[in-house]
């Protein structure tokens, strides 16, 4: 799990989200609709990790979030452009309660 330290709560395990979500929390802007995309890999499971309408519509996430399995998933995750996000401040910008989760 990536370990975020945020400014005003310190540190946590991270949610994930993209670069404009990160934007909107930091100048206090409406997220927005939000979809997800996780990974499952052998054991593991990744994310969600939140897109923006706009990132959505670009990567083709649907609505309803896109649940992704094995190594192509991981590759097709990790070529997107998002980072760690407190999520803390995530939820405060009225971001799901349904943050970063490994199993
Ligand atoms: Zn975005
Ligand atoms: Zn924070």
Redesign the pocket.
């Known amino acids: 799990m990536p370990f975020?330290l945020?400014?005003?709560?310190?540190g946590?395990g991270s949610a994930g989200g993209c670069r404009h979500i990160a934007e909107r929390?930091a100048t206090g802007g409406h997220l927005g609709e939000l979809a997800s995309i996780t990974v499952e890999y052998n054991d593991f499971k990744l994310g969600p990790i939140w897109f923006c309408a706009e990132c959505a519509t670009q990567h083709g996430i649907s609505a309803g979030g896109l649940s992704l399995k094995g190594a192509d998933g991981l590759n097709l995750l990790y070529g997107l452009d998002w980072a760690p996000?407190?999520?803390?401040?995530?939820r405060?910008a009225g971001g799901p309660d349904r943050l970063w989760t490994t199993t």
């Not at 945020?6 to 310190?10: A, E, F, L, S, Y």
């Not at 996000?85 to 995530?90: A, D, G, K, N, R």
């Open positions: 975020v945020c400014p005003q709560h310190g946590h929390i996000i407190c999520p803390v401040c995530f405060a």
